[in-house]
Nanobody
C-alpha cells in the first residue's frame, strides 16, 4: 500500500486548503484513515480520522469546527478540508492508514504513511 498526499501550500491566515491522500490499494474497508501533522521541533500529532464503519470521524481539539475529513471509497482517496487556517497550523501533514478499522489517535496504530505535504500559514 502506498499513500500519496497532496494539496499543501502557502496560504494567509483565515484561508483554506484541501488536502488529498490517494491510496494505491483498496484498504479503506478494513483500515481507518487519518491525518497527522508535524511542525518543526515538535512531535507528530493527530489531526483527524475517519472510520469506514459507519463513517465515524474524530478530530483533535485544534481542528474541531475548522477541519473536515471525508473520503471517497471509489477513488481510494481521503480529504482534509481546512478552513480558517492559523499560523499554528503550519506543519507537514501526513496521511496514514490505521491497523484497525476504528480511528486511533496515536502513531503506533498506523502502519502505512504518506510522504507528507507542507502547509504554511502566514500571519
Amino acid at each position: 500500500v502506498q499513500l500519496q498526499a497532496s494539496g499543501g501550500g502557502l496560504v494567509q491566515a483565515g484561508g483554506s486548503l484541501r488536502l488529498s491522500c490517494a491510496a494505491s490499494g483498496r484498504i479503506f474497508s478494513n483500515n481507518a484513515m487519518s491525518w497527522f501533522r508535524q511542525a518543526p521541533g515538535k512531535e507528530r500529532e493527530f489531526v483527524a480520522g475517519i472510520s469506514w464503519n459507519g463513517g465515524a470521524t474524530d478530530y483533535a481539539d485544534s481542528g474541531k469546527g475548522r477541519f473536515t475529513i471525508s473520503g471517497d471509497n471509489a477513488k481510494n482517496t481521503v480529504y482534509l478540508q481546512m478552513n480558517s487556517l492559523k499560523p499554528e497550523d503550519t506543519a507537514v501533514y501526513h496521511c496514514a492508514a490505521c491497523r484497525v478499522s476504528v480511528v486511533r489517535s496515536t502513531t503506533p496504530w498506523y502502519n502505512y504513511w504518506g510522504q507528507g505535504t507542507l502547509v504554511t500559514v502566514s500571519s
